[in-house]
């Protein structure tokens, strides 16, 4: 399988912009990546997917705000999120899906702070 490791989380006021990174261990060419976050207390939710192929699509609550991209040359997906509100404030996590995987993979997750 493969190892997600995610970074460029932080606290952010209202308002602000951060970039997510999730690089993998190995090559994401065939995987389906998506970011999905969980904020305390609630259960996880989809954020955002970049399909193999396929274009990307969003959840309601970030259309607009957030993109996801990937650079499968350096085995990375991006989320940039733009707009924050303290809404956004979650744990983040990269997931990698593949059709011949029986479960998917996750990485460990890094927190964003929205403050108002």
């Known amino acids: 399988q493969v190892q997600l490791v995610e970074s460029g989380g932080g606290s952010v006021q209202a308002g602000g912009s951060l970039r997510l990174s999730c690089v993998a261990s190995?090559?994401?060419?065939?995987?389906?990546m998506g970011w999905y976050r969980q904020a305390p207390g609630k259960q996880r939710e989809f954020v955002a997917i970049?399909?193999?192929?396929?274009?990307?699509y969003y959840d309601d609550a970030v259309k607009g705000r957030f993109t996801i991209s990937r650079d499968n040359s350096k085995n990375t997906v991006y989320l940039q999120m733009n707009s924050l509100s303290p809404d956004d404030t979650a744990v983040y996590y990269c997931?990698?899906?593949?059709?011949?995987?029986?479960?998917?993979?996750w990485g460990q997750g890094t927190q964003v702070t929205v403050s108002s």
């Open positions: 997931k990698a899906d593949s059709v011949s995987w029986a479960t998917s993979v």
């Open positions: 970049f399909p193999q192929p396929g274009r990307p």
């Open positions: 190995r090559s994401i060419f065939s995987l389906d």
